[in-house]
């Protein structure tokens, strides 16, 4: 054999043998999720359309996904709301379906709306919204912040998020790696549990609390820009991140802010460092999620797949 093919057979052996340094230094912890098989698919015309979940609960998110032609925009009706679908590069257009923390468990009717250039598709659904299960705690406020446990300061912090969130960025910011937790700490007090605070006033838990001493770094859940960076009655200092598409995270109590209003943040930089101020009985970090205007189940929100340009 020519001394050159030797040579080539040598190298390919090598190649496949021993892989080079670079391949192996590749974290696939950074690397884009490839999207996973829907549980359901419809089709219906030149339309299909994808359901990546079976069920939902209280406090649930499911993502919809619609693939047809000349697509002009399509949308979702549920439980009395609408829900646009964003179009992810070449990959379709999705829909992050919400069910509201209070709705009812039964069965319920989802329809999609898919319009196109020449006509329009309808496809629909049965639903099943099933119980989270929430439970009920109590706390004590000091003393010093007892005012805090005040229906009227907090009705008026909600309308303050409100207005925050109500606005929609069209595009995903959140990046290629989705979301992850803050800090790596004990889980503790749940999202959606119904609290009485001082044995008096009655109040809902909106997000996750997670065990954390004054001064832990604290980072974001996922790419995205500062919607809010400031102080709050209930939540003290606190951070709120524009994540696109009406996908937000925000982080309560802070001792130390350190972003500013419209920054551009990266998944996993340290946004501020955890406290106690607000409305918190002791040194812990309290974070929450809104989609679609509705508070969800963060902890279950992270745990999904969720589209990207690289998907």
């Not at 969130?165 to 989705?178: A, S």
């Not at 419209?262 to 996993?268: E, P, R």
């Amino acid at each position: 054999m020519p001394m050159h093919r030797w040579i080539v057979l040598l190298s390919f052996i090598v190649l496949v043998l021993f892989p080079t340094t670079a391949q192996d230094d590749i974290d696939a912890t950074d690397q884009p999720t490839p999207r996973p098989m829907p549980t359901t698919v419809l089709v219906e015309g030149d339309a299909t359309v994808e359901f990546y979940f079976s069920s939902l609960i209280q406090g649930g998110v499911g993502i919809i996904r619609v693939d047809a032609p000349d697509i002009t925009q399509a949308r979702a009706f549920f439980l009395n709301d609408e829900f646009r679908f964003f179009e992810i590069g070449e990959d379709g257009f999705y829909a992050l379906l919400v069910v509201n923390i209070d709705t009812q468990p039964r069965d319920y009717e989802l329809t999609v709306l898919i319009e196109q250039s020449d006509g329009n598709i309808t496809v629909s659904r049965p639903l099943t919204v099933d119980s989270a299960g929430y439970i009920t705690q109590s706390f004590d406020i000091p003393g010093d912040r007892a005012f805090l446990a005040d229906p009227e300061i907090e009705r008026a912090e909600f309308a303050k998020l409100d207005a925050i969130t109500e606005g929609v960025t069209l595009e995903p910011l959140w990046g290629d790696t989705g979301f992850s937790l803050p800090i790596d700490a004990e889980v503790t007090s749940p999202f959606g549990t119904f609290r009485v605070l001082n044995d008096a006033m009655q109040t809902r838990h909106t997000g996750w609390d997670q065990r954390a001493p004054v001064g832990t770094p604290v980072r974001a859940m996922g790419a995205g820009k500062v919607a809010f960076a400031g102080q709050l009655d209930i939540r003290g200092n606190y951070i709120m991140i524009d994540h696109g598409y009406g996908v937000y995270s925000g982080y309560a109590h802070f001792s130390q802010v350190h972003v500013t209003r419209g920054q551009t943040i990266t998944k996993g930089q340290i946004i501020g460092m955890s406290g106690n101020t607000g409305r918190s009985s002791g040194p812990h970090l309290h974070w929450e999620m809104v989609v679609n205007g509705d508070w969800i189940d963060g902890l279950s929100f992270i745990d999904m797949w969720v589209p990207s340009e690289s998907s």
